[in-house]
């Protein structure tokens, strides 16, 4: 059969044989771009073909053949493919790299970050420890030697106030390491949550009553509530953490005989709990490191703490699936509010919580 430009379907599909027709009906010499053709060869296979058509006239300047000088251009195409492929191959590799290096950098960022908060943990948790023990073991150190020196000359009540200094002292030793024992349990998740059923107002009764006494009634503690606040389930324990460093903070750092409320509602699900002062407030500047181990506000001086119990606090509210938040500015006292969804809630569901997902 003989081949036909003007109706080969591979022609018409490139639209090669739009400039065929003007060789073989205008006379024109055409210019084909190669274009991809099915050759049968054993096996058969697609080569990139184009050329030049020199349409041939008669004197009247009629068409009497057109002659066609081919251009093979497969290899070149080939090639270009190749190359193609090659260039796009090196584009992903090095995308990839890329995109490694940046990893790379941004772990290592990260790890030099980590290892400088690190050191700055340490430098803090030195400094307080240097700080926070000193004094109660100077205090310890210096009745002792006056009770070894002058036991038989001092008074009775000379000597209760000796023993009172160093109770205290080895009181305050002993609370910062139960401090810094607990973030380590608390970090490491192995602090246990047990919750249950809670008589709450009963609960906060008891540790108001408990910090009354600690602080032999500093200031005089109020408790206010509203609403129906039966039927809390929740842990005993970190709820007795959460309330207790918030209201001997706030009795704390506050002047002797100021007033502080310990205010409790319900709303839904959740116990709002707001424990609020007249004390010596917290600096604009600190509020944003308070939850940080080892941070204290600039304006606490000389009263002593740990820079740990907040840390503790949020992380006992966090364990519970709940919230906390201050509204302080320095001398103008400070409010603490604790949202804790602890009520229509069993204690099934709340053991169901692992401190890895509120922490």
């Not at 030049?52 to 251009?73: A, F, M, Q, S």
């Not at 509530?225 to 918030?246: P, Q």
């Given at each position: 059969m003989a081949?036909?430009?003007?109706?080969?379907p591979?022609?018409i599909?490139?639209?090669?044989v739009?400039?065929i027709?003007?060789?073989?009906?205008?006379g024109?010499?055409?210019d084909?771009p190669p274009v991809?053709?099915?050759v049968?060869?054993?096996?058969p296979?697609?080569r990139?073909i184009?050329?030049?058509?020199?349409?041939?006239?008669?004197?009247?300047?009629?068409v009497?053949?057109?002659v066609t000088?081919?251009?093979d251009i497969?290899?070149?195409?080939r090639?270009?493919?190749?190359m193609?492929?090659?260039?796009?191959t090196?584009e992903?590799?090095?995308a990839?790299r890329?995109?490694?290096?940046?990893?790379a950098?941004?772990?290592l960022n990260?790890a030099?970050?980590?290892?400088?908060?690190?050191?700055?943990?340490?430098?803090?948790?030195?400094?307080?420890?240097?700080?926070e023990?000193?004094?109660?073991l100077?205090?310890?150190?210096?009745a002792?030697?006056?009770i070894?020196?002058?036991?038989?000359?001092?008074?009775a009540?000379?000597?209760r106030e000796?023993c009172d200094?160093?109770?205290?002292?080895?009181?305050n030793?002993a609370?910062?390491?139960?401090?810094?024992?607990?973030l380590?349990?608390v970090e490491?998740g192995?602090?246990?949550f047990?919750?249950m059923?809670?008589n709450?107002?009963?609960?906060?009764?008891?540790i108001?009553d408990e910090?009354?006494?600690?602080?032999e009634?500093?200031?005089?503690i109020?408790?206010e509530?509203?609403?129906e606040?039966?039927?809390?389930?929740?842990d005993?324990a970190l709820?007795?953490?959460i309330l207790g460093?918030?209201?001997?903070?706030a009795?704390?750092?506050?002047?002797?005989?100021?007033?502080?409320t310990v205010r409790?509602?319900?709303?839904?699900v959740?116990a709002?709990?707001?424990?609020?002062d007249?004390g010596?407030?917290i600096p604009?500047?600190?509020?944003?490191?308070?939850?940080?181990?080892?941070?204290r506000?600039?304006?606490?001086?000389?009263?002593?703490?740990?820079g740990?119990g907040?840390?503790?606090?949020k992380?006992c509210?966090e364990f519970h699936?709940?919230?906390?938040?201050l509204?302080s500015?320095?001398?103008?006292?400070?409010t603490?509010?604790?949202?804790?969804p602890?009520f229509?809630?069993?204690?099934?569901?709340l053991?169901s919580l692992?401190l890895?997902?509120?922490i």
């Amino acid at each position: 059969m003989a081949f036909n430009p003007l109706k080969d379907p591979d022609l018409i599909k490139t639209g090669a044989v739009n400039l065929i027709r003007l060789a073989f009906d205008e006379g024109q010499t055409v210019d084909v771009p190669p274009v991809p053709f099915p050759v049968n060869t054993d096996p058969p296979q697609t080569r990139w073909i184009g050329g030049v058509l020199y349409p041939v006239k008669d004197v009247e300047g009629r068409v009497l053949e057109v002659v066609t000088v081919h251009n093979d251009i497969t290899e070149t195409k080939r090639a270009e493919e190749a190359m193609l492929t090659l260039n796009h191959t090196l584009e992903e590799r090095v995308a990839l790299r890329t995109a490694e290096l940046e990893a790379a950098r941004k772990e290592l960022n990260e790890a030099l970050l980590a290892e400088r908060e690190l050191g700055e943990l340490k430098s803090r948790f030195v400094g307080m420890v240097s700080h926070e023990f000193r004094t109660p073991l100077g205090v310890t150190m210096s009745a002792v030697e006056v009770i070894r020196h002058y036991d038989e000359k001092l008074s009775a009540d000379k000597r209760r106030e000796l023993c009172d200094d160093i109770y205290s002292a080895t009181r305050n030793m002993a609370s910062l390491m139960e401090h810094v024992l607990l973030l380590g349990r608390v970090e490491a998740g192995k602090l246990g949550f047990k919750p249950m059923p809670l008589n709450l107002v009963g609960l906060i009764q008891k540790i108001v009553d408990e910090q009354q006494s600690i602080s032999e009634s500093r200031c005089p503690i109020y408790i206010e509530t509203e609403g129906e606040l039966d039927g809390a389930v929740g842990d005993e324990a970190l709820i007795r953490h959460i309330l207790g460093n918030l209201i001997s903070n706030a009795v704390k750092y506050s002047p002797t005989g100021e007033r502080v409320t310990v205010r409790i509602e319900r709303k839904g699900v959740s116990a709002i709990c707001s424990i609020a002062d007249r004390g010596i407030g917290i600096p604009e500047k600190d509020q944003e490191h308070l939850f940080e181990s080892f941070n204290r506000a600039s304006n606490v001086g000389d009263i002593p703490g740990t820079g740990l119990g907040l840390v503790i606090v949020k992380r006992c509210v966090e364990f519970h699936g709940g919230s906390i938040t201050l509204v302080s500015a320095a001398g103008q006292g400070t409010t603490f509010t604790v949202v804790l969804p602890v009520f229509e809630t069993n204690a099934d569901d709340l053991s169901s919580l692992t401190l890895g997902e509120h922490i």
